[in-house]
């Protein structure tokens, strides 16, 4: 069975410090790996994604992601954080084309705080 | 561009009443549209996914339906409402089912009192 796990349900961090939130997934296959924030009251906006390839990712503001096949590991990653950044996110896995369709598994999400 | 469009944006309903929340997409043929449901403070589960028109899968059963009377458009409803309808719906799209990036909309609350 496929599951994400997010382990920090809250993490608050200081303006201008460095960033890590953690997510591990179970999948047997190889995995489509995406991170995505939530904005309060917003819907779902894509950071990045992994497909293949470099296990390190670049997205969008900044953020990063790397992959481990080994620790079965997809951490986000962002090296000054911002007060904007403050939201929620998610990381989320997709098998690849299974039969069962596009299939996405979402992770709790870890709620961010940036602090002066 | 593409561009995801739900409406309405929130909405407070009693118990028992019924339920109609839509969601277009533009700017994309074909798309696979998606709705997923999200509990306050909460992770995201699907509910539907549809390929084609007039064609829905149904992932969970919450006593909720979905119909895609159209190609770019895509409606979630219920007869119906009970409390535990509450919370964020979302309806998404993706190129194709291949496990793909999703785009989602900007959500409608739902207040079931």
């Known amino acids: 069975a496929q599951s994400v796990t997010q382990p920090d349900a809250r993490v608050t961090v200081s303006e201008g410090a460095s960033l890590q939130l953690r997510c591990k997934y179970s999948y047997s296959g190889t995995p489509y790996l995406f991170w995505y924030v939530q904005y309060p009251r917003q819907g779902l906006q894509l950071l990045l994604k992994y497909y293949s390839g470099d296990p390190v990712v670049q997205g969008v503001n900044g953020f990063e992601a790397e992959f481990s096949k080994s620790n079965s590991s997809f951490h986000l990653r962002k090296a000054s954080v911002h007060w904007s950044d403050s939201a929620v996110y998610f990381c989320?896995?997709?098998?690849?084309?299974?039969?069962?369709?596009?299939?996405?598994?979402f992770g709790q999400g870890t709620s961010l705080s940036v602090v002066p | 561009a593409q561009t995801i469009h739900q409406w309405p944006v929130a909405e407070i309903k009693a118990v028992g009443s019924p339920l109609s929340l839509g969601c277009t997409i533009k700017g994309k043929s074909s798309p696979n549209l998606y709705w997923y449901w999200q509990a306050t403070g909460g992770t995201l589960q699907q509910l539907f996914y549809s390929i084609t028109v007039g064609q829905v899968e149904s992932v969970v059963q919450l006593n909720l339906s979905a119909s895609r009377p159209k190609d770019d458009q895509f409606i979630l409803s219920t007869e119906k409402l009970l409390l535990s309808h509450s919370g964020f719906y979302l309806c998404?799209?993706?190129?194709?089912?291949?496990?793909?990036?999703?785009?989602f909309g900007e959500g409608s609350r739902l207040i079931v009192v």
């Open positions: 989320v896995l997709s098998s690849i084309a299974s039969s069962s369709f596009s299939k996405l598994v």
């Open positions: 998404a799209w993706s190129r194709d089912n291949s496990g793909n990036t999703l785009y």
